[in-house]
């Protein structure tokens, strides 16, 4: 038995040659995580020098729960400066309080084991919490939901995907593969005013 339990986009990383060791395929490994540090390279590298949106990424909605691990390190590498969470840090329930303190430019919906089109159902347990039209994110248009268990909350190679789609989501730079609906949704203020 293997107990992997990675806390940095790095440990992630590490984790494939860990496995890959283990499977007889050390290099084959290796030359997999050197591909997939390249591709964080260029997302890193097509962001430098555009402005550093404050962004708050919720991983839970009842309680709220910040995303930590390595979210706040996907959201440094795509543009972004991450707040509430450190890299690394395994998070706890928070306030509302805290989420509007903070004042995010943007705010990312990828709760843990949700499909984005659960999220979206089960929007309400934010918008409907005291002083959500007044946070900039929403005023701005930048709440964003997106595939929390595909490219955020497991750790994994996809992780990677999830900084390329958040290079689109922050700045609309295009790495890799477009960015697909649902992997990152905008929740208008205005389509939430209609439904």
Same mark, same amino acid.
């Given at each position: 038995?293997?107990?992997?339990?990675?806390?940095?986009?790095?440990?992630?990383?590490?984790? #494939?040659?860990?496995?890959?060791?283990? #499977?007889?395929?050390?290099?084959?490994?290796?030359?997999?995580?050197? $591909?997939?540090?390249?591709? @964080?390279?260029?997302?890193?590298?097509?962001?430098?020098?555009?402005?550093?949106?404050?962004?708050?990424?919720?991983?839970? @909605?009842?309680?709220?729960?910040?995303?930590?691990?390595?979210?706040?390190? $996907?959201?440094?590498?795509?543009?972004?400066?991450? #707040?509430?969470?450190?890299?690394?840090? =395994?998070?706890?329930?928070?306030?509302?309080? *805290?989420?509007?303190?903070?004042?995010?430019?943007?705010?990312?919906?990828?709760?843990?084991?949700? /499909?984005?089109?659960?999220?979206?159902?089960?929007? /309400?347990?934010?918008?409907?919490?005291?002083?959500?039209?007044?946070?900039?994110?929403?005023?701005?248009?930048?709440?964003?939901?997106?595939?929390?268990?595909?490219?955020?909350?497991?750790?994994?190679?996809?992780?990677?995907?999830? *900084?390329?789609?958040? *290079?689109?989501?922050? =700045? /609309?730079?295009?790495?890799?593969?477009?960015?697909?609906?649902?992997?990152?949704?905008?929740? /208008?203020?205005?389509?939430?005013?209609? $439904?």
């Amino acid at each position: 038995m293997l107990s992997l339990e990675p806390r940095t986009m790095g440990d992630v990383l590490d984790c #494939l040659v860990t496995v890959g060791a283990l #499977l007889g395929v050390r290099e084959r490994a290796e030359r997999r995580r050197e $591909q997939l540090r390249a591709r @964080l390279a260029t997302v890193e590298r097509l962001t430098t020098g555009l402005p550093r949106p404050r962004v708050v990424a919720i991983e839970w @909605l009842d309680p709220l729960w910040p995303a930590g691990h390595w979210v706040p390190e $996907q959201v440094t590498c795509a543009g972004g400066t991450p #707040l509430l969470a450190a890299p690394g840090e =395994h998070t706890k329930p928070m306030e509302w309080a *805290a989420v509007r303190a903070a004042r995010p430019d943007v705010l990312l919906v990828l709760p843990c084991g949700f /499909s984005p089109d659960r999220t979206l159902r089960e929007r /309400s347990l934010l918008t409907e919490l005291p002083g959500w039209n007044e946070l900039p994110a929403v005023r701005n248009d930048a709440v964003w939901v997106l595939d929390g268990p595909a490219y955020f909350n497991r750790p994994g190679p996809r992780v990677v995907r999830g *900084a390329e789609v958040l *290079a689109h989501v922050l =700045h /609309s730079v295009d790495v890799g593969e477009p960015v697909l609906p649902g992997e990152a949704t905008r929740l /208008s203020v205005t389509e939430e005013a209609t $439904q």
